[in-house]
């Protein structure tokens, strides 16, 4: 049975914050039309600005190397700051791995802020 969003709870981060929840729907809909979910700028997991969770380790995905550092096979460390968020690796200290995932990982979370900081 396909999951109603009209029907579904709304967290207590989304009561908040309008354009959260706006810009939450959004996606949900674009990614049923075929939206990267790694393109996203909120978490439809959490239901949060993609910013505030992305340490979580839910959002570490090995197969695709997203908060993932392939050389020493370990999660990588999120740090967010106001403007945009860094990776490191607590097992080799290689500083933002390069790599399209990671790369991915950072610019939506620089852009969940701009939106965050938008309203």
């Known amino acids: 049975m396909r999951q109603r969003a009209h029907l579904r709870l709304v967290t207590s981060s989304e009561a908040g914050d309008p354009t959260l929840t706006a810009v939450l729907d959004a996606e949900d809909l674009a990614e049923e039309l075929g939206l990267d979910p790694h393109a996203r700028v909120t978490c439809g997991l959490h239901r949060r ?71």
Request: hydrophobic share 30%; glycine share 4%; proline share 8%.
């Open 49 to 119: 600005w993609l910013h505030q969770c992305v340490s979580s380790p839910d959002h570490v995905i090995p197969v695709t190397g997203h908060r993932w550092c392939r050389p020493c096979g370990s999660p990588l460390e999120v740090v967010v700051d106001d403007t945009t968020a860094r990776l490191s690796c607590p097992s080799c200290g290689t500083r933002t791995p390069d790599t399209a995932a990671n790369r991915q990982v950072v610019r939506a979370c620089r852009t969940s802020l701009a939106a965050m900081h938008a309203r």
